[in-house]
């Protein structure tokens, strides 16, 4: 009976202590193949993109995708240690103390996932005309509503 019952602490004390990891991380977000097909033709109907602008997009967008896809698999990497030292069972101050150098690796890491964002919009907002910026604007303010958890860069 004893032997039940401390398993059954031991149990608790996991399960605890893995969903207070994941409280404190959130994963990263990689679009799939379809949600960005649907992003392209929704923003090819809207903005009205003429070929060319088409051409650029498709020349640039791969080599910006690629660094985001590197960004993101550091940082899913660095979730997954943080997660699993928490998931060791030690206690929580020293899970914090091995944890802490990994957390500010993944600080910076999505510093620079945000950067990488603001120049690729940057660099798309620059080939557009006036008018399809003002389209884009909305875009993004409606992106916003949709999404209220998501911070607009």
């Known amino acids: 009976m004893n032997k039940m019952i401390l ?37 090819d109907e809207r903005l009205k993109l003429t070929d060319e602008q088409k051409n650029y997009i498709k020349t640039n967008r791969p080599k ?7 960004t993101l698999n550091k940082m899913e990497n660095l979730h997954t240690k943080i997660r699993n030292i928490y998931l060791l069972g030690i206690p929580k101050y020293q899970a914090d103390i091995r944890t802490a150098p990994l957390k500010a690796e993944l ?10 964002k603001q ?11 006036k008018e399809q910026k003002i389209e884009f604007e909305k875009i993004k303010q409606e992106f916003g509503v949709k999404h209220p958890h998501k911070t607009q860069n």
Request: aromatic fraction near 8%.
């Open 64 to 70: 910006h995708l690629k660094e985001m896809e590197n």
């Open 107 to 116: 600080a910076l890491l999505k510093q620079s996932a945000d950067k990488q």
């Open 119 to 129: 120049e690729n919009r940057k660099n798309f907002e620059n080939i557009l005309t």
């Open 7 to 43: 398993h059954l602490i031991i149990c608790i004390c996991f399960l605890y202590s893995s969903a207070n990891c994941e409280q404190n991380f959130e994963k990263p977000h990689k679009p799939t193949y379809k949600e960005q097909k649907q992003i392209d033709k929704m923003l």
